[in-house]
């Protein structure tokens, strides 16, 4: 499956994935209750810290959900997309003939963080 983010960060540091999913608008409150399945499974892991889907405030044609999970480090993300549970509920999501979504998957580092001061 090429939709599927199998990590492989091999680090113990804190890691944040970041993902975008872009779809036709009229799809996107059925990409919603889709997703969440998908959610799910991943906050079930060890070392899921939370995750967040946002959706823009304006739409046109297409909309960009972007998607922000953390995780308490980047080994405990590399087994969780080890999870067959989770291949197949990702495969589940990108094969609904419903949804006609296109996907970038990748893996950050903080590098710089700011607080109020």
Known sequence: MNHSLTSKTSTDRPVTVIKSYIMPTDEADHFTVVYQENARIMAAQPGFVR????????????????????WT????????????EWHA?????????????????????????????
């Open 51 to 70: 995750s967040r889907l946002h959706r823009p405030l304006t739409e046109g044609p297409e909309t960009r959900f972007v998607h922000i999970a953390e």
């Open 73 to 84: 480090s980047g080994t405990a993300l590399d087994k969780a997309t080890d999870s067959p």
């Open 89 to 117: 509920s990702l495969q589940r999501m990108f094969d609904d003939p419903d949804l006609h979504i296109t996907s970038e998957p990748a893996s950050y580092r903080v590098v710089v963080e700011l607080h109020p001061s």
